[in-house]
């Protein structure tokens, strides 16, 4: 036989050998992820049961009353600040005017 057949015949036997193994690897993995994924819909199904299975409706014994107004914080006259707030930058007094502005609209 010469050299260039025995190397032909080499590879047909090696491929012969490797296409079906590389197919069969394939298949079992494919198989694999697709018996993960049964498994995760499985598991899945049986989380939304017990969620369902374990929700149950709320029901009070008395009926909800309003909440307690929130303490409002301490407010200081203009006047006890003396000559310190009169050199107050303009946007400090103009924050304290919107804090003044937001609490005259929405009196909590």
Request: with cysteine; charged share 25%; glycine share 4%.
């Amino acid at each position: 036989m010469s050299r260039q057949m025995t190397f032909t015949l080499a590879c047909v036997v090696v491929l012969s050998a490797l296409v079906p193994g590389v197919a069969g690897y394939l298949s079992a993995r494919m198989e694999a992820i697709e018996a993960a994924e049964r498994n995760l819909h499985a598991l899945e199904a049986r989380l939304h049961l017990r969620e369902a299975r374990e929700a149950r409706p709320v029901s009070f014994p008395a009926p909800c009353l309003r909440t307690p107004a929130t303490p409002r914080f301490q407010q200081v006259p203009a006047t006890a600040l003396g000559e310190y707030g009169k050199r107050w930058p303009a946007w400090v007094t103009g924050l304290l005017k919107e804090v003044a502005d937001f609490e005259r609209d929405y009196d909590y």
